[in-house]
C-alpha cells in the first residue's frame, strides 16, 4: 500500500512541476521595471489567445449545430405552404 501511495505522489508531483516550468517566472523582474512589464502583459496576451481560440471553436461548433438543424426543419417548405393557404383551417390540414 505504501508503494502505491509512493507512486502516486511521484507522479502527481511531477505533474506539477511541469505545469509551473512552462508557465513564464515574472518574479524575477522588479515591478516598476520594463521587463516586468512586457513579460506580464506577453503571459496575459498567451492566455487571451488561448482561450479566445477557444470560444472561436466552440462558437464555430454551435453555428454548426445550428444550421443542421435548420435545414432539418424545412422552414422555406413550411413558409410556402403558409403562403399558399388561404385560412389557417386550410393549413393546418395540408
Not at 445550428?66 to 385560412?87: A, D, R, V
Amino acid at each position: 500500500m505504501k508503494i502505491i501511495k509512493i507512486i502516486i505522489s511521484v507522479l502527481f508531483i511531477s505533474l506539477f512541476s511541469l505545469t509551473f516550468s512552462s508557465a513564464e517566472d515574472c518574479s524575477k523582474y522588479d515591478k516598476l521595471s520594463k521587463e516586468y512589464a512586457t513579460c506580464t502583459s506577453d503571459k496575459l496576451k498567451k492566455e487571451t489567445a488561448q482561450k479566445a481560440e477557444e470560444i472561436k471553436s466552440k462558437t464555430a461548433k454551435k453555428i454548426e449545430d445550428g444550421k443542421k438543424k435548420l435545414k432539418n426543419f424545412n422552414l422555406k417548405e413550411k413558409f410556402i405552404k403558409f403562403k399558399n393557404s388561404k385560412t389557417h383551417k386550410e393549413f393546418t390540414e395540408k
